[in-house]
């Protein structure tokens, strides 16, 4: 699982954390920033920049948890840097505090630091590195490693301070104990992991994780440790301050190399490469990611602890509970790490594929690539290149889409049969389309700012702010003549109004044309069929009295005959 976790129903396309990520180990796939475990660093810089907190560190609390609940003995070793992000310099107190929360023992990594400077003093002295990068900033390390490995023979094959505390700690404590490195650093819980920097830490709590819990479990931060081990070389606690590990050297050990101190990743990479492209040697590198080196640290910076403030609870004088020395102590032996490239070669596009891509947004010159950021990448072209290898989406170039979608507005606008006019909250006009101009026989120059109800009704207006929904009307403007079908809609999140009015006086006036043609047929019809029915009537009764008079007459007739004939 990865150390940096995605809340994806947080992330809104920002693009935030792509821009401030120096590595760009983020990718934008599926409306959602994700980062590239491969290619991260883990400075933490994605965190601290998401406005949403959409990001967050995985927390190791319920593995640590657990190993006090089955009663294992559970060993911490604590960063340097702890005093400055406490604000306190009592470890006593703060030893305590941990116990309180089940840990079995707790001792400063400091103790682990002498070890590492004895062992790149020894390097040093040695003198057969071209160039020496000291650090215990395993973010530094990942960088060389993901992105500069031609560097990689330059960092020092020496176990970082957490490391080598940790592994004094198992040799004299027992191999069954559980170290737990507790500091300022989310790279650190990749380290833990690296199965090459030693294998020795079992888990890492961040400073923020630990003063959580003191609080959920409501851990009282004045009672002191009697028991409370110190270090045997107080200047080892100097390592989270800039130029810290330099200072815990012998200067004529390592009097051999230029000494380049360097803290902060863009002047970190900025030194990198002057090395690798100019061939520079003879340095002693004390590098760091973070500005101010471990006590800028992310989780010093994310709880916005200030870092002369934290630098000034930083000290290499002797402490009440240095009297008595922890045992690791008393170990002096050798540290060794080793290195691996983890670079990913990716295909880049030739200029026909670049073309292509930003041809998608509209660039099809160089005059059109604005460079303006707001993707997360520096050029156009980058972004172009990140969309070829599939770390960017085509849809994220901003100043494309909304240039796109006022466009397609202003078209909408221009050749709607409908007039459209726009209002703000105190009901005067904002804007009008051709539409209106025409319709009520307007000029947009001289009506925008003018209250809707010199022109319009504005009732409807006002309803649809009070109902909470779109107002449907038809509505007769005598002074313009004009019967009109009105829809007026308020958008609660502006504060405004949209109203779109269709004028449909021909076709009321035609359906009124008609219906009066419908009466009159009607009528017409009426007249027609009542005058049938009376030439009906007229005929029938004709016809009645001659069918009397013939039976009348033929009857007469027959009786006639029938006496003639004697019968």
């Known amino acids: 699982m990865s150390i940096i976790q995605l809340q994806e129903g947080n992330c809104q396309n920002c693009y935030k954390c792509i821009r401030g990520c120096p590595v760009k180990a983020i990718e934008f796939k599926d409306g959602r920033a994700a980062v590239i475990e491969k290619e991260c660093i883990l400075c933490g810089a994605c965190i601290a920049n998401c406005p949403q907190n959409a990001k967050y560190i995985k927390s190791e609390l319920t593995e640590v948890k657990g190993y006090i609940q089955k009663g294992q003995r559970v060993y911490a070793t604590v960063a340097p840097s702890w005093s400055g992000y406490f604000n306190t310099m009592n470890f006593k107190a703060f030893s305590q505090a941990l116990k309180s929360l089940g840990f ?72 069954d104990i559980k170290v ?19 294998g020795f830490v079992d888990h890492v709590l961040t400073f923020d994780e630990i003063e959580t819990w003191f609080n959920k479990q409501e851990v009282c931060l004045e009672d002191e440790d009697d028991e409370a081990k110190g270090v045997s070389c107080p200047k080892s606690r100097l390592y989270p301050t800039p130029c810290g590990i330099i200072k815990t050297m012998d200067e004529q050990k390592i009097s051999k190399y230029s000494i380049v101190t360097v803290d902060g990743l863009d002047r970190c990479k900025e030194l990198f490469e002057a090395i690798v492209e100019d061939d520079i040697k003879g340095l002693m590198i004390e590098a760091n990611v973070c500005a101010g080196s471990c006590i800028g640290g992310p989780v010093m910076r994310l709880r916005d602890k ?7 609870f930083i000290s290499d004088k002797k402490q009440p509970h240095d009297k008595v020395a922890a045992k690791t102590c008393e170990r002096d032996e050798e540290h060794p790490r080793a290195f691996s490239s983890h670079t990913i070669v990716k295909k880049l596009p030739n200029e026909v594929e670049i073309a292509a891509i930003l041809a998608k947004t509209g660039k099809y010159a160089k005059e059109q690539e604005l460079n303006c950021g707001s993707c997360g990448y520096a050029s156009c072209r980058e972004k ?7 770390k960017a989406d085509i849809n994220m170039c901003l100043p494309f ?31 009008i389309n051709k539409t209106a101009e025409k319709m009520f026989g307007l000029k947009k120059a001289e009506c925008l700012g003018m ?4 022109y319009i009704n504005s009732e409807d207006f006002e309803k649809a702010k009070t109902d909470q929904r779109p107002i449907e009307n038809t509505v007769i403007y005598d002074e313009y003549d004009k019967i009109v079908e009105q829809t007026v809609i308020y958008i609660n999140k502006h504060d405004m109004y949209v109203a779109f009015i269709k004028d449909v006086t021909k076709e009321m006036n035609d359906a009124q044309e008609l219906k009066q043609l419908r009466n009159h047929t009607i009528e017409t019809a009426q007249k027609v069929i009542d005058k049938q029915m009376r030439v009906a009537q007229e005929i029938a009764s004709l016809l009645g009295e001659t069918t009397a008079e013939t039976k009348v007459a033929l009857t007469h007739l027959k009786k006639s005959m029938a006496e003639k004939t004697g019968e």
């Open 180 to 198: 737990v490195f507790i500091g300022p650093c989310f790279s650190k819980k990749s380290e833990a992991k690296d199965v090459l920097a030693g």
């Open 384 to 390: 172009a290149i990140a969309v070829y290898q599939g």
């Open 104 to 175: 079995y023992e707790a001792e400063e990594t400091a103790i682990g630091a002498r070890q590492t400077s004895n062992q790149y003093e020894l390097l040093a002295q040695e003198n057969k590195m071209d160039n020496i990068i000291i650090t215990a900033c395993s973010s530094v390390v990942m960088l060389v490693e993901n992105f500069f490995p031609s560097l990689i023979p330059s960092l020092a094959p020496v176990s970082s301070p957490m490391m080598a505390h940790a592994r004094m700690m198992k040799e004299c404590y027992g191999n």
């Open 306 to 312: 200030r870092l002369i403030v934290a630098q000034s």
């Open 451 to 454: 209250p809707i109800n010199m």
């Open 401 to 431: 889409f909304r240039e796109r979608a006022e466009n397609i507005s202003n078209t909408i606008l221009s050749h709607s049969p409908n007039a459209i006019v726009a209002v703000d909250h105190e009901l005067l006009i904002q804007d």
